[in-house]
């Protein structure tokens, strides 16, 4: 079975996480407004639906689906293993940079809203290296769940680009899941996407050379095997 993937352009590789990145400085102008009605339930009306979404940025989520694509022929055995590769490496980035400063989650930081109150976003980020020691309520910079489904969704683009459109929507909820959860403020969804699609992206370029690479070499050391000598 031929799995092979869509390219994507070097500019465009570079430049949609680089976008993100921008938008989620911007987007520290409304981190706290966003996060502090989403705390306070006020979009609860989407809160259950959302939270039938929030799996598709576990493991778990992705493993099923991706073990659904193989056992209907849709993904080979390597194809399934390059695309569950690329959200678990997405993901784990994502936590290693979660160590590097620290940013109190939305529920936390509410948690006194009298003194939130008149706190600005710079008071969400508690210093740099913080490796363990805030523990997960000090965890939320970036989303590893929107990275973990971000890089999910572009091995899927990668390998089935007619479906996009419908991978991207799936991504971007499960970054609303998480802000509306009270998880993760606005920028920290933008970050963590920028995560997963550069990690994603890169991920499934360096496995297409390397499976490319092992197909020339087991040509090579068959020379005669396109050309099998006559019976004649």
């Known amino acids: 079975m031929d799995n092979s993937v869509s390219a994507v352009a070097p500019r465009q590789s570079l430049a949609i996480p680089l976008g993100l990145m921008a938008l989620g400085v911007l987007a520290l102008g409304v981190d706290l407004e966003v996060s502090r009605r989403c705390v306070a339930g006020e979009f609860r009306g989407l809160h259950r639906f959302l939270e039938q979404i929030e799996p598709f940025g576990q493991p778990p989520g992705a493993v099923i689906i991706v073990l659904a694509l ?73 989303s590893a769940h929107t990275a973990f489904v971000t890089g999910f969704c572009v091995a899927l683009s990668r390998m089935f680009p007619q479906g996009r459109l419908l991978f991207a929507v799936v991504a971007a909820l499960v970054a609303l899941q998480r802000i509306e959860g009270g998880s993760h403020f606005l920028s920290d969804t933008l970050w963590g996407g920028a995560v997963g699609y550069l990690i994603g992206n890169v991920w499934m370029d360096a496995s297409s050379r390397w499976m490319s690479a092992d197909s020339r070499g087991e040509f090579d050391s068959n020379p005669g095997s396109a050309n099998p000598p006559s019976t004649a």
């Not at 936590?95 to 710079?122: C, I, M, S, W």
Request: aromatic share 10%; hydrophobic share 45%; with cysteine.
């Open 70 to 142: 193989w056992t209907c022929g849709a993904l080979s055995g390597r194809g399934a293993l390059r695309v569950v590769l690329a959200p678990i490496g997405a993901g784990l980035s994502a936590d290693v940079l979660k160590l590097l400063v620290a940013r109190a989650r939305p529920y936390h930081f509410f948690q006194n809203q009298g003194e939130a109150a008149a706190a600005t976003v710079l008071d969400t980020f508690g210093g740099w290296l913080p490796l363990f020691s805030g523990g997960s309520r000090m965890q939320g910079c970036p």
